[in-house]
């Protein structure tokens, strides 16, 4: 099994900056692809960043140059370094790893990102 624990979500004005982290516990061996999505009420949830293994990212074309994804594989950890904050980037947050081993994606329990105007 895999957990994953969010945390760095908060209130912050537009223009601002926050850092998401993501602690993976558990069988990471069998991890390979990690991302952060975000669910907006009223909205699906949407991809905002993913890391492969070997470190290859891909972002939402809504975030690119604002928001960087990285690993620390050492500390199992995935972050989202968010800057130039929008009112619009308000949702819930989602960390997310894959495991090609297992078949499936995990889910944290999500932190919320909350950007006054």
């Known amino acids: 099994q895999v957990q994953l624990v969010e945390s760095g979500g908060g209130l912050v004005q537009a223009g601002g900056s926050l850092r998401l982290s993501c602690v993976v516990s558990?069988?990471?061996?069998?991890?390979?692809?990690m991302g952060w999505y975000r669910q907006a009420p009223g909205k699906q949830r949407e991809l905002v960043a993913t890391?492969?293994?070997?470190?290859?990212?891909n972002y939402a074309d809504s975030v690119k140059g604002r928001f960087t994804i990285s690993r620390d594989n050492a500390k199992n950890t995935v972050y989202l370094q968010m800057n130039s904050l929008k009112p619009e980037d308000t949702a819930v947050y989602y960390c997310?790893?894959?495991?090609?081993?297992?078949?499936?994606?995990?889910w944290g329990q999500g932190t919320q990102v909350t950007v006054s105007s």
């Open positions: 558990g069988s990471i061996f069998s991890i390979n692809a």
């Open positions: 997310n790893a894959y495991s090609s081993h297992a078949g499936r994606d995990y």
């Open positions: 890391i492969t293994d070997y470190g290859r990212t």
